[in-house]
């Protein structure tokens, strides 16, 4: 996925999304779905489901610990990882003309 990210956490994302080939075509595939159901809103839709996958990755943790994996979490851009995967797909960015 070609992606000059903007931080070290959505750089770690991306190293997720393209670390294991399976997990990385599982991506693709959802990319596709999304724009296949909506294309106008395939960024916030594939967005939110990078999000949620990766919330559940988390482990459970209290105090400055987990304090800390939040935050790490709410600084990655999780709308440039989504349109990096549309492209990549071939799904273009721009909205399409009514």
Do not use: C
Not at 10 to 31: G, H, I, K, M, N
Not at 73 to 83: D, K, N, Q
Request: glycine share 4%; net charge negative; hydrophobic share 45%.
């Amino acid at each position: 996925m070609a992606l000059t990210v903007s931080n070290r956490e959505t750089f770690t994302v991306l190293d997720w999304l393209e670390s294991d080939p399976v997990r990385r075509a599982w991506w693709r595939e959802q990319a596709e779905r999304v724009a296949k159901l909506d294309r106008a809103t395939a960024i916030p839709r594939l967005s939110d489901l990078i999000y949620q996958e990766l919330h559940k990755e988390l482990p459970d943790s209290d105090g400055v610990s987990g304090e800390l994996l939040k935050s790490g979490l709410l600084r990655v851009h999780f709308f440039e990882l989504a349109m990096a995967l549309l492209l990549e797909v071939g799904v273009s960015a721009e909205p399409q003309a009514a």
